[in-house]
Nanobody, 119 residues
Framework: QVNLVESGGGLAQPGGSLSLSCRAS????????MAWHRQVSGNERELVAS???????NYSDSVKGRFTISRNYAQNTITLQMNSLKPEDTAVYYC?????????????WGQGTQVTVSS
């Protein structure tokens, strides 16, 4: 069994900053790509940022230049630093990771954490 536990989020004013963290745990051989997605009620979940096992980063156009994803490989943790926040960044943010386990791969979601950007 593998798990993703998220922390951070909350309320920020436009132009402000927030940080999200996600820690992977459980029984696995390796953690491959880790990512943050977000979802606004009624909309599909969208990719925000991802980071591969080799450190390659990928960002959606809507957050490029404002958000930064980083990874601690020893602790199997990723952090999403969100700067210059906009009201349209308001969403539930979900961590997702691909695990290499005995017998194959698993790609669970975290429980989600609310980010609200409002004055």
């Amino acid at each position: 069994q593998v798990n993703l536990v998220e922390s951070g989020g909350g309320l920020a004013q436009p132009g402000g900053s927030l940080s999200l963290s996600c820690r992977a745990s459980g029984r696995f051989a390796r953690v491959l790509t880790m990512a943050w997605h977000r979802q606004v009620s009624g909309n599909e979940r969208e990719l925000v940022a991802s980071i591969s096992s080799t450190g390659d980063e990928n960002y959606s156009d809507s957050v490029k230049g404002r958000f930064t994803i980083s990874r601690n490989y020893a602790q199997n943790t990723i952090t999403l630093q969100m700067n210059s926040l906009k009201p349209e960044d308001t969403a539930v943010y979900y961590c997702k990771a691909e695990f290499l386990v005995l017998g194959g791969r698993l790609s669970p979601w975290g429980q989600g954490t609310q980010v609200t950007v409002s004055s």
